[in-house]
């Protein structure tokens, strides 16, 4: 069982920066394919990008250039950088692991999930 801490939101102006982290546990890290969604109030989960075993990055086409995932394997730690924020990118933002090599951006394809962490940008 694999348990996912996400921490690094907080309240920050258009045009800032936030990092946010993810803590794994219970698990093999390395093993997993991990991914970045995002659930804006009245909305559906949304991908946001993801890093495969190997470390092949996808993104959703609204952060490219902007987010990057990077994961560190010695420290079981998931990273999500986010510079140029938008109020558009204000949501819950969770981590979220799958036993498999591949990257999906099917929330579906992920069985596990941290509890979120609130970014909110201000105009």
């Known amino acids: 069982q694999v348990q996912l801490v996400e921490s690094g939101g907080g309240l920050v102006q258009a045009g800032g920066s936030l990092r946010l982290s993810c803590a794994a546990s219970?698990?093999?890290?390395?093993?997993?394919?991990m991914a970045w969604f995002r659930q804006a109030p009245g909305k559906v989960r949304e991908f946001v990008g993801a890093?495969?075993?190997?470390?092949?990055?996808v993104y959703l086409d609204s952060v490219k250039g902007r987010f990057t995932i990077s994961r560190d394997i010695a420290k079981n730690t998931l990273s999500l950088q986010m510079i140029n924020l938008e109020p558009t990118d204000t949501a819950v933002y969770y981590c979220?692991?799958?036993?498999?090599?591949?990257?999906?951006?099917?929330?579906?394809?992920?069985?596990?999930w941290g509890q979120g962490t609130q970014v909110t940008v201000s105009s």
């Open positions: 890093i495969s075993r190997i470390g092949t990055t």
């Open positions: 219970g698990g093999t890290f390395g093993n997993y394919a």
């Open positions: 979220a692991a799958r036993g498999a090599q591949f990257i999906s951006r099917n929330r579906n394809d992920y069985i596990y």
